[in-house]
Nanobody, 120 residues
Framework: QLQLVESGGGLVHSGGSLRLSCAAS????????IGWFRQAPGKEREGVSC????????NYADSVKGRFTISRDNAKNTVYLQMNSLKPEDTAIYYC?????????????WGQGTQVTVSS
C-alpha cells in the first residue's frame, strides 16, 4: 500500500526558499501523478501543484506560478516542491497525495503534512 511522507518544511523569512520532499514507500511512484496541497489556518485546502507520472506534465496554482517548481525522481521514489521567493501568505501545512492523473481522479494516500511558516 502506497504511503507518502512529507518533509522539508520549516520557518523562513519572506523571500527565502525551501524544498519540500514527498517520499513514497510500499509501492512505486512510477504510475502515480503526485499533487502538492496546502491548508492555512481557517482556510480550505487548496491545490498548489501537480506532476504527471512521467514528469512530462506539470501544473501550478496561479498564486505560486513562477515561484514554485515541482519535480520528481522516480528512481528515488520521491517528488519535490522547490519553493522560492516565499511570501507570508504561503504559510500553511503542505501535503502530498497520489492520483492516477492530475485531474479527473481523486487523490489518496495523503501524507501527514509538513509545516511551512514564512515570516514577514
Amino acid at each position: 500500500q502506497l504511503q507518502l511522507v512529507e518533509s522539508g518544511g520549516g520557518l523562513v523569512h519572506s523571500g527565502g526558499s525551501l524544498r519540500l520532499s514527498c517520499a513514497a514507500s510500499g509501492a512505486t511512484l512510477d504510475y502515480y501523478a503526485i499533487g502538492w496541497f496546502r491548508q492555512a489556518p481557517g482556510k480550505e485546502r487548496e491545490g498548489v501543484s501537480c506532476i504527471s507520472d512521467s514528469g512530462g506534465s506539470t501544473n501550478y496554482a496561479d498564486s505560486v506560478k513562477g515561484r514554485f517548481t515541482i519535480s520528481r525522481d522516480n528512481a528515488k521514489n520521491t517528488v519535490y516542491l522547490q519553493m522560492n521567493s516565499l511570501k507570508p501568505e504561503d504559510t500553511a501545512i503542505y501535503y502530498c497525495a497520489a492520483s492516477l492523473e492530475c485531474s479527473g481522479f481523486p487523490f489518496g494516500s495523503w501524507g501527514q503534512g509538513t509545516q511551512v511558516t514564512v515570516s514577514s
